[in-house]
């Protein structure tokens, strides 16, 4: 399970449960074993410095064609691959609500058989609200299980 979120910089954590084998994890490139021990579960977490504001500004590396520039300052760009079946209901969906879906919010692009689902998702600040709560205790706002 992990998240990824605002929170005056970008954080992030992923809990990694216990199973067979070792925990590894990447240090410059190279795959290392876990030395911390895994117990039921193994919570990682760490933060990038960076201003609200300036999250989405720069030009994500690596992109699939068509999505240069569609990442918005203050958003979280978020890419979701389906493949067969899935690409086909998505398909589907997007093209019978793309009349109410914001085109510069949500957009699907195929690439053979794969179709990716690329949302742009506000950043916010959690110290502020609209109607005075704090929002220290939400979730992130993006959150992925396994």
């Known amino acids: 399970m992990g998240e990824v979120g605002g929170n005056g910089s970008v954080v992030w954590q992923n809990q990694h449960r216990a199973r067979k084998g070792k925990f590894k994890c990447k240090a410059h490139g190279k795959l290392k074993p876990d030395e911390l021990g895994l117990g039921d579960y193994l919570d990682v977490w760490g933060h990038d410095d960076i201003p609200l504001e ?5 030009p994500a590396p690596g992109l699939e064609p068509g999505l240069e520039g569609f990442q918005k300052p203050g958003y979280f760009l978020v890419c979701l691959r389906f493949d067969l079946r899935e690409a086909a209901v998505l398909t589907t969906w997007f093209s019978t609500s793309s009349q109410v879906l914001s085109k510069d919010l949500i957009r699907l692009i195929t690439l053979g058989d794969i ?17 005075g709560s704090s ?3 939400l979730s992130f706002e993006i959150r992925y299980d396994w």
């Open 135 to 137: 929002w220290e205790n």
């Open 115 to 131: 179709v990716i689902l690329v949302i742009n998702v506000k950043v916010f600040r959690r110290d502020e609200s609209k109607d």
């Open 54 to 58: 300036d999250i989405g500004k720069d």
